[in-house]
Protein backbone atom coordinates (compact mmCIF):
# COMPACT_ATOMS: atom_id res chain seq x y z
CA UNK A 1 0.00 0.00 0.00
CA UNK A 2 1.03 3.74 0.03
CA UNK A 3 3.23 5.36 2.36
CA UNK A 4 2.61 8.91 4.10
CA UNK A 5 2.59 11.12 1.41
CA UNK A 6 3.42 14.82 1.49
CA UNK A 7 2.97 18.07 -0.50
CA UNK A 8 4.35 19.93 -2.04
CA UNK A 9 7.52 19.02 -1.80
CA UNK A 10 8.96 21.91 -1.73
CA UNK A 11 7.66 25.23 -0.83
CA UNK A 12 9.54 28.75 -1.48
CA UNK A 13 7.72 31.89 -0.34
CA UNK A 14 8.39 35.23 1.05
CA UNK A 15 8.47 36.62 4.72
CA UNK A 16 5.21 37.56 5.44
CA UNK A 17 3.33 35.25 3.69
CA UNK A 18 0.83 32.36 5.21
CA UNK A 19 1.75 28.76 4.19
CA UNK A 20 -0.27 25.47 4.31
CA UNK A 21 1.41 22.09 4.29
CA UNK A 22 -0.37 18.76 3.60
CA UNK A 23 0.08 14.94 5.01
CA UNK A 24 -1.70 12.19 3.58
CA UNK A 25 -1.19 9.39 6.28
CA UNK A 26 -1.43 5.36 5.85
CA UNK A 27 -5.12 4.46 5.55
CA UNK A 28 -5.95 3.30 8.79
CA UNK A 29 -3.31 4.82 11.25
CA UNK A 30 -4.87 6.62 13.89
CA UNK A 31 -1.85 8.57 14.71
CA UNK A 32 -0.35 11.24 13.32
CA UNK A 33 2.76 13.53 13.92
CA UNK A 34 3.95 16.49 12.52
CA UNK A 35 7.61 17.39 13.08
CA UNK A 36 10.18 19.97 12.17
CA UNK A 37 13.92 19.18 10.98
CA UNK A 38 16.32 22.13 11.09
CA UNK A 39 19.79 22.05 9.34
CA UNK A 40 21.81 20.72 11.49
CA UNK A 41 19.58 19.50 14.24
CA UNK A 42 17.29 16.78 14.96
CA UNK A 43 13.64 16.22 14.86
CA UNK A 44 11.71 18.34 16.83
CA UNK A 45 8.23 17.55 17.52
CA UNK A 46 5.35 19.90 16.87
CA UNK A 47 2.11 18.45 16.79
CA UNK A 48 0.09 14.63 17.55
CA UNK A 49 -3.27 13.63 17.05
CA UNK A 50 -4.59 10.79 17.94
CA UNK A 51 -7.96 9.66 16.56
CA UNK A 52 -10.51 12.06 17.96
CA UNK A 53 -8.59 12.79 21.42
CA UNK A 54 -7.55 16.28 21.37
CA UNK A 55 -4.50 17.10 19.83
CA UNK A 56 -0.95 17.48 21.83
CA UNK A 57 0.05 20.41 21.01
CA UNK A 58 2.61 21.62 23.03
CA UNK A 59 5.56 21.25 20.35
CA UNK A 60 4.08 24.10 18.32
CA UNK A 61 6.68 27.10 18.78
CA UNK A 62 4.60 29.67 18.81
CA UNK A 63 0.50 30.91 17.59
CA UNK A 64 1.65 31.40 13.82
CA UNK A 65 1.66 27.75 13.89
CA UNK A 66 -1.81 25.28 13.76
CA UNK A 67 -2.42 22.53 12.12
CA UNK A 68 -5.97 20.36 11.79
CA UNK A 69 -6.96 16.81 11.09
CA UNK A 70 -9.98 16.41 8.94
CA UNK A 71 -12.22 13.15 9.25
CA UNK A 72 -9.15 11.58 11.24
CA UNK A 73 -7.30 11.45 7.83
CA UNK A 74 -5.50 14.30 5.86
CA UNK A 75 -4.02 17.04 8.14
CA UNK A 76 -2.79 20.38 7.12
CA UNK A 77 -0.07 22.05 8.95
CA UNK A 78 -0.26 26.12 8.70
CA UNK A 79 2.03 28.34 9.27
CA UNK A 80 0.92 31.92 9.66
CA UNK A 81 2.94 35.41 8.95
CA UNK A 82 6.50 33.18 7.84
CA UNK A 83 9.34 33.90 9.37
CA UNK A 84 13.32 33.00 7.67
CA UNK A 85 13.46 30.62 11.18
CA UNK A 86 10.99 28.26 9.98
CA UNK A 87 12.88 27.76 7.09
CA UNK A 88 13.43 23.90 7.19
CA UNK A 89 12.34 20.58 6.36
CA UNK A 90 8.40 19.98 8.04
CA UNK A 91 7.66 15.88 8.24
CA UNK A 92 4.76 14.07 8.68
CA UNK A 93 4.09 10.55 10.13
CA UNK A 94 1.65 7.80 10.98
CA UNK A 95 1.29 5.29 13.12
CA UNK A 96 -1.37 2.62 14.17
CA UNK A 97 -3.20 2.52 16.94
CA UNK A 98 -1.80 0.99 19.92
CA UNK A 99 1.72 1.21 18.07
CA UNK A 100 2.58 4.59 18.36
CA UNK A 101 6.62 3.69 18.81
CA UNK A 102 6.88 2.65 15.05
CA UNK A 103 6.16 5.63 13.04
CA UNK A 104 6.17 5.95 9.20
CA UNK A 105 7.38 9.05 7.67
CA UNK A 106 6.96 11.07 4.76
CA UNK A 107 9.50 12.42 2.29
CA UNK A 108 8.85 16.11 3.85
CA UNK A 109 8.12 19.25 2.83
CA UNK A 110 11.17 21.28 2.32
CA UNK A 111 9.87 25.22 3.61
CA UNK A 112 12.27 27.95 2.40
CA UNK A 113 11.26 31.95 3.74
CA UNK A 114 12.97 33.98 1.49
CA UNK B 1 12.58 15.25 31.63
CA UNK B 2 14.18 12.80 29.16
CA UNK B 3 16.53 13.31 26.63
CA UNK B 4 18.99 12.06 24.25
CA UNK B 5 22.78 12.94 23.75
CA UNK B 6 24.43 10.94 20.58
CA UNK B 7 27.51 11.55 21.26
CA UNK B 8 29.63 12.15 17.84
CA UNK B 9 28.01 14.04 15.03
CA UNK B 10 30.16 12.13 12.82
CA UNK B 11 31.44 8.94 11.83
CA UNK B 12 33.65 7.87 9.23
CA UNK B 13 34.43 4.39 8.72
CA UNK B 14 35.71 1.99 6.32
CA UNK B 15 34.17 -0.53 4.57
CA UNK B 16 33.61 -4.09 5.94
CA UNK B 17 35.12 -2.36 9.34
CA UNK B 18 32.82 -2.00 12.53
CA UNK B 19 30.33 0.72 12.84
CA UNK B 20 29.81 2.05 16.75
CA UNK B 21 27.06 4.57 16.59
CA UNK B 22 27.22 5.96 20.54
CA UNK B 23 23.47 7.03 21.92
CA UNK B 24 22.98 8.24 25.73
CA UNK B 25 20.17 8.63 27.39
CA UNK B 26 18.38 10.10 30.81
CA UNK B 27 15.17 8.95 31.56
CA UNK B 28 12.77 9.18 34.72
CA UNK B 29 10.78 5.68 33.97
CA UNK B 30 11.84 2.65 31.44
CA UNK B 31 12.01 3.93 28.87
CA UNK B 32 11.90 2.89 25.01
CA UNK B 33 14.29 3.49 22.89
CA UNK B 34 14.66 3.20 19.08
CA UNK B 35 16.99 4.35 16.45
CA UNK B 36 15.92 5.70 13.00
CA UNK B 37 17.89 5.78 9.77
CA UNK B 38 17.93 8.67 6.98
CA UNK B 39 19.37 7.26 3.70
CA UNK B 40 20.10 10.67 1.47
CA UNK B 41 17.23 12.06 -0.37
CA UNK B 42 14.79 9.61 1.30
CA UNK B 43 12.15 9.16 4.34
CA UNK B 44 13.10 8.62 7.91
CA UNK B 45 12.49 4.88 8.53
CA UNK B 46 12.86 2.64 11.87
CA UNK B 47 15.70 0.14 12.23
CA UNK B 48 15.45 -1.00 15.65
CA UNK B 49 13.86 -0.80 18.99
CA UNK B 50 13.71 -1.63 22.20
CA UNK B 51 10.72 -2.08 24.41
CA UNK B 52 11.77 -3.66 27.79
CA UNK B 53 12.07 -6.88 26.52
CA UNK B 54 15.86 -8.37 25.38
CA UNK B 55 18.33 -5.80 26.19
CA UNK B 56 19.83 -6.67 23.22
CA UNK B 57 18.05 -5.62 19.62
CA UNK B 58 18.59 -6.94 16.62
CA UNK B 59 17.38 -4.56 13.36
CA UNK B 60 17.25 -4.34 9.99
CA UNK B 61 20.71 -4.33 7.35
CA UNK B 62 22.51 -6.64 9.96
CA UNK B 63 22.69 -3.49 13.07
CA UNK B 64 21.99 -3.61 16.00
CA UNK B 65 22.01 -2.62 19.84
CA UNK B 66 22.45 -2.93 23.65
CA UNK B 67 20.24 -1.72 26.21
CA UNK B 68 22.50 -0.98 29.30
CA UNK B 69 20.41 0.77 32.05
CA UNK B 70 23.65 0.54 34.66
CA UNK B 71 25.12 3.10 31.46
CA UNK B 72 21.74 4.38 30.12
CA UNK B 73 23.53 3.84 26.98
CA UNK B 74 21.80 2.29 23.62
CA UNK B 75 25.02 2.66 21.28
CA UNK B 76 24.38 1.19 17.32
CA UNK B 77 26.93 -1.32 16.41
CA UNK B 78 27.46 -3.22 12.82
CA UNK B 79 30.24 -5.73 12.59
CA UNK B 80 31.08 -4.94 9.03
CA UNK B 81 30.31 -1.57 7.21
CA UNK B 82 28.71 -1.19 4.15
CA UNK B 83 28.85 1.55 1.27
CA UNK B 84 25.18 1.16 1.78
CA UNK B 85 25.05 2.39 5.43
CA UNK B 86 26.25 6.20 4.48
CA UNK B 87 23.27 7.79 5.96
CA UNK B 88 21.93 10.05 9.47
CA UNK B 89 21.51 8.00 12.63
CA UNK B 90 18.97 9.11 15.09
CA UNK B 91 18.66 8.22 18.78
CA UNK B 92 15.37 8.60 20.15
CA UNK B 93 13.52 7.87 23.38
CA UNK B 94 9.99 7.59 24.48
CA UNK B 95 9.51 7.14 28.66
CA UNK B 96 6.85 4.66 29.30
CA UNK B 97 3.68 6.62 30.22
CA UNK B 98 1.01 8.86 28.78
CA UNK B 99 3.31 10.72 27.41
CA UNK B 100 3.69 9.30 23.18
CA UNK B 101 6.18 12.00 22.09
CA UNK B 102 9.62 10.57 20.59
CA UNK B 103 12.62 12.71 22.26
CA UNK B 104 15.23 12.80 18.67
CA UNK B 105 18.58 12.88 19.32
CA UNK B 106 20.62 15.63 16.78
CA UNK B 107 22.19 12.75 14.50
CA UNK B 108 25.03 10.93 13.78
CA UNK B 109 26.32 11.05 9.94
CA UNK B 110 28.23 7.83 9.31
CA UNK B 111 30.50 7.90 6.26
CA UNK B 112 31.46 4.80 5.03
CA UNK B 113 35.10 4.57 2.61
CA UNK B 114 36.01 2.60 0.40
Known amino acids: GAGVSQSPSNKVTEKGKDVELRCDPISGHTALYWYRQSLGQGLEFLIYFQGNSAPDKSGLPSDRFSAERTGGSVSTLTIQRTQQEDSAVYLC????????????FGPGTRLTVL | AQSVTQLDSHVSVSEGTPVLLRCNYSSSYSPSLFWYVQHPNKGLQLLLK????ATLVKGINGFEAEFKKSETSFHLTKPSAHMSDAAEYFC????????????WGLGTSLAVNP
Open chain 1, 93 to 104: ASSRRGSTDTQY
Open chain 2, 92 to 103: VVRNAGNNRKLI
Open chain 2, 50 to 53: YTSA
